[in-house]
């Protein structure tokens, strides 16, 4: 995946406090994601753009009608450092 369809699929972080403990305890990214995509296109993406393993994507539909994904990032990857290239800490 090049880079420009990456961005198409990333839409923007969410950021809760539960988005914030997940990143913290869980070496977990929560990012709200192109309503298209598919759980292997949002790994694709975020591998991509920042340059991490994915583990795994879990995808839920808000009642807003957006796509919310929960991406597991590998051990030797940290969600910290992702999180504060999203300006998220």
Do not use: C, W, Y
């Not at 070496?27 to 753009?49: H, P």
Request: net charge negative.
């Amino acid at each position: 995946m090049d880079r420009t369809k990456a961005l198409d699929v990333i839409e923007n972080p969410h950021m809760t406090e539960q988005a914030m403990d997940a990143v913290d305890r869980e070496n977990k990214l929560v990012l709200m994601v192109d309503l298209e995509a598919d759980k292997n296109q949002v790994g694709d993406a975020v591998e991509q753009l920042f340059d991490v393993t994915v583990e795994n994507v879990n995808t839920s539909i808000t009642p807003q009608a957006q796509k919310k994904a929960f991406i597991n990032l590998s051990e030797r990857d940290d969600a910290m450092d992702v999180a504060t290239q999203l300006g998220m800490m």
